[in-house]
């Protein structure tokens, strides 16, 4: 009993060493976190981290000068802000437009009757001075047009004077006369913003099919021809982009009116497609080249509204973008034009898809949603602009062959080139969370596609 009494002793004396031992260590680890600025989970976290920025697109964006993480970065840092801020001052944020045209490929279905797809027509905006008269607000008349939403406000009063100090002279590569007065409309784009519109089934399937059967075919896997890349590249990317701000800006609930992200949305019509997300980037640094190529004429444009301190901005961001050192720095050339339309065939396949591309802007006037018609005008004016910049002078010596561009082109390649921006932003920030979420649940032998 005395010798079972001393071994159960000496078991209990060892067990309370181990456990004093296991207490000062563990005394000690707090004292050494509390002492150091590490987190003791940072080995967890940084292995975390380096998964969640784990990257899909990496090199070079193709047919450009750029790579994707730089592209990333600068469009993050310098390039999505200053837009952000240059798109909503008063010269920026009001855009000429047809609305009413008749279609001049197939008889017209009418326009789309959903809430969504209108843009209201009122008597009074809100225009700067030398556009019109000063803004009022709105009456209790016009928010009755506006079913009680004044984002939907559109003024149709023209002033003769607004192009004073800008050139009126058609674009070769658009079908649109854009000096024809009469029948123009001015619209306030940021009162106007592009997003779902419910305009689906027929008749926007027959805009994007007759855009790529018959105007931009998708080259053949194995062609060497850059001049007939480019067309079929441009208009995809903004087919990209253009969805993309649908599934950002979606109506999740009709009858709540809730508006969020589609993220299914996003998936589907781009993330799950690679070409789709390159040729956004690659339409992207596209129409950056072209802001980028004519800096002394954007500097030295005429951008009066009649409001100096806005005026004054305006110039000041627009200096920012085009003279931007941290562009210039990392990505001074986004795009080389300078390779196109070589050898003896140039000038004949620039011909040929400045054709296809005039066709695929008369095609906008067949688009049956009147939001969607604006949008597609705006931002086909605004590439047939960057093609007019970096394919119609060249670019070593443009101030003598005298770049001529109407107001209504720079507002239209500046916006175009912050929807670009924001398309890249979204997919950016969004699209690797999208791809683990949607893309895991889609791929799962056990789970339904519901797109």
Known sequence: MEGARNGGGRRRWRWGWVVGALIAVLLATAATSRNSPRNPLSGITSKLCQCTESRKYTGIVEDCCCDYETVDSLNKEVLHPILQDLVTTPFFRYFKVKLWCDCPFWPDDGMCRLRDCSVCECPESEFPEPFKKPFHGLSADDLICQEGKPQATVDRTLDSKIFRGWIE??????????????????????????????????????????????????YPSGEFCQEKKVLYKLISGLHSSISVHIASDYLLDETDNLWGENLELLYDRVLKHPERVRNLYFTYLFVLRAATKAPDYLKQAEYNTGNLEEDLKTQSLVRQLVYNTKLQTACPLPFDEAKLWQGESGPELKQQIQKQFRNISALMDCVGCEKCRLWGKLQILGLGTALKILFSVDHQNYINQQLQLQRNEVIALMNLLNRLSESVKFVHDKGPFAERIVGGKISSPTSKNSL
């Open 169 to 218: 002279v058609d674009n070769p590569w658009t079908f649109d006369d854009e000096t024809d007065n009469a029948e123009m409309t001015y619209v306030n784009l940021q009162l106007n913003p592009e997003r779902y519109t419910g305009y689906t089934g027929p008749s926007a399937r027959r805009i994007w099919e007759a855009i790529y059967t018959e105007n931009c075919p998708k």
